[in-house]
T-cell receptor, first 112, second 113 residues
Framework: QQQVKQSPQSLIVQKGGISIINCAYE??????FPWYQQFPGKGPALLIA?????SEKKEGRFTISFNKSAKQFSLHIMDSQPGDSATYFC???????????FGKGTRLSVIA | EAQVTQNPRYLITVTGKKLTVTCSQN?????MSWYRQDPGLGLRQIYY???????DKGDVPEGYKVSRKEKRNFPLILESPSPNQTSLYFC????????????FGPGTRLTVT
């Protein structure tokens, strides 16, 4: 079954705007909630991750907001730039023997 | 440079012709994994390996085999490829067990005709 649902599937944002990508998960047995960024022709790379005991984590223009009661987390990209155009994947992770589970991805296009 | 390498990067083959995609990492990672990426379906795990000689099925293992005879290498084998295995394949590794931080290779685009 799908443990994490990601939306939207694609997103177009004006340069300087805020990009918001959402994910919802289905159970509570996760230890980390990472976001990966993938540029065309490249493999995904870890962008930022949050633990469930933290409601927000910020790294530069990228922020994860985490809502434990709603079982949702989101990625906010402030002052979006054309160089941010990529596919973004959320994921859920249980430390231990359970593999990482990814959302289906969001293709972000930032236009000038 | 710490990295995960995959070969070949691009491959066009015909139905039924056995092929192997190699994956190698130079970070002494214990955990390695194979994913396939398809439009609208995201990243789906095929097989993973916790350590040498320890492998297990992921979400979509049918039609694939793997082996882990050395820590650094984790080849993906398609014994009899079919068109529905046309996809973009990624190998990934992490230091210990399935961490939230995985290091991905550059990908192998496979087309089966």
């Amino acid at each position: 079954q799908q443990q994490v649902k990601q939306s939207p599937q694609s997103l177009i944002v004006q340069k300087g705007g805020i990009s918001i990508i959402n994910c919802a998960y289905e159970n509570t047995a996760f230890d980390y909630f990472p976001w990966y960024q993938q540029f065309p022709g490249k493999g995904p790379a870890l962008l930022i991750a949050i633990r469930p005991d933290v409601s927000e984590k910020k790294e530069g223009r990228f922020t994860i907001s985490f809502n434990k009661s709603a079982k949702q987390f989101s990625l906010h990209i402030m002052d979006s730039q054309p160089g941010d155009s990529a596919t973004y994947f959320c994921a859920v992770c249980s430390l231990g023997n359970t593999p990482l589970v990814f959302g289906k991805g969001t293709r972000l296009s930032v236009i000038a | 440079e710490a990295q995960v390498t995959q070969n070949p990067r691009y491959l066009i083959t015909v139905t039924g012709k056995k092929l192997t995609v190699t994956c190698s990492q130079n970070m002494n990672h214990e955990y390695m994994s194979w994913y396939r990426q398809d439009p609208g379906l995201g990243l789906r795990q095929i097989y993973y390996s916790m350590n040498v000689e320890v492998t297990d099925k992921g979400d979509v293992p049918e039609g694939y085999k793997v082996s882990r005879k050395e820590k650094r290498n984790f080849p993906l084998i398609l014994e009899s490829p079919s068109p529905n295995q046309t996809s973009l394949y990624f190998c990934a590794s992490s230091p210990h067990r399935p961490s939230y931080e995985q290091y991905f290779g550059p990908g192998t685009r496979l087309t089966v005709t």
